[in-house]
């Protein structure tokens, strides 16, 4: 697990930005697994940006959310897949039909789930997966306890989750307490996992999933098995970390050597 400590949000942003870049550049029909909730917002102006000035294109892209509401209709002003029409979808060059997420609104879930499996198969897997965190150490909406193995499936979120989900319903508005999530056993077959996070209310869950055990009670510490993760994080986020001078003097090195490999290139 590579931790990168970045002095604040819009840092973070264009640090996991400029890793969909380098991705795109290197494969233009690159398949991203993406997230919502509030951390990717930045990122995902920074690529917007960039595919409208031109320089990259997610004319062969295919991607695929992390989760969804259950009972939540697409066109539900909360649902994910009005997020992400909303937020990134619709400001760039993608083909909708090559834009993927769980059917909250699907007749057989369980059915569903398994398709959607399926079908990150059939593209060939995902080569990026971007995460944020949930306040209780979740990614997607694995929960404490989820297993460390799950593959796509429904999950009923925690009492956290609904009241940290709440602040985007009306009062007396239904919001979901069910989701249709990609299981941690999937987001792990990711190649590479860039997780990002900002603000001192995730600090508690960067610490518990960076220097805890692995454990389902923290979903994302599951990543400290995973071959390729990026942890990108701004100061407050990391500030629960034991030693985040140590993370900070490996990245300095990091780029160092990369400098060096690039003027022997
Ligand atoms: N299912 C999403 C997660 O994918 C997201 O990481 C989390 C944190 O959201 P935020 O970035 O707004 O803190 O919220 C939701 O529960």
Redo the contacts with the bound molecule.
């Keep these: 697990m590579k931790v990168v400590i970045l002095d604040d949000a819009t840092q973070v942003a264009s640090y996991g930005a400029d890793i969909f870049r380098e991705q795109l550049a290197k494969k233009p029909d690159s398949v991203f697994g993406l ?5 990717p917002l930045s990122l995902y102006r920074e690529l917007i940006a960039s595919n409208q000035r031109g320089e990259i294109s997610f004319a062969r892209v295919k991607t695929f959310n ?2 969804e509401y259950m009972d939540l209709a697409p066109e539900h002003p909360q649902s994910y897949r009005h997020f992400m029409n909303r937020e990134f979808f619709e400001h760039i060059d993608i083909d909708p039909d090559n834009t993927r997420v769980p059917p909250g609104d699907a007749a057989n879930p369980l059915v569903a789930c398994r398709e959607y499996e399926a079908a990150i198969e059939d593209a060939g897997g995902i080569d990026i997966q971007l ?4 306040r209780n150490g ?4 694995n929960e404490p306890t989820s297993c460390l193995s799950s593959r796509t499936r429904v999950k009923t979120l925690t009492r956290e ?1 609904i009241a ?2 709440a602040r985007f319903f009306s009062a007396g508005e239904f919001q979901p307490q069910l989701s249709i999530t990609m299981g941690i056993g999937t987001i792990m077959e990711a190649r590479l996992v860039v997780l990002l996070a900002t603000g001192s209310s995730k600090a508690r869950a960067i610490r518990a999933m960076v220097e805890g055990p692995v454990s389902a009670w923290c979903p994302a510490s599951a990543l400290q098995m995973h071959p390729a993760t990026v942890v990108i994080v701004d100061e407050e986020a990391a500030s629960g970390l034991s030693d985040p001078a140590f993370f900070k003097h490996i990245e300095a090195q990091n780029q160092a050597l990369l400098a060096r490999l690039q003027g022997q290139a």
Excluded at 131 to 134: D, M, Y
Excluded at 138 to 141: A, K, P, S, V
Aim: glycine share 22%.
């Design positions: 997230a919502t909730g509030s951390t992390l989760d995460l944020g965190i949930g979740h990614i997607g909406f989750t940290d989900n």
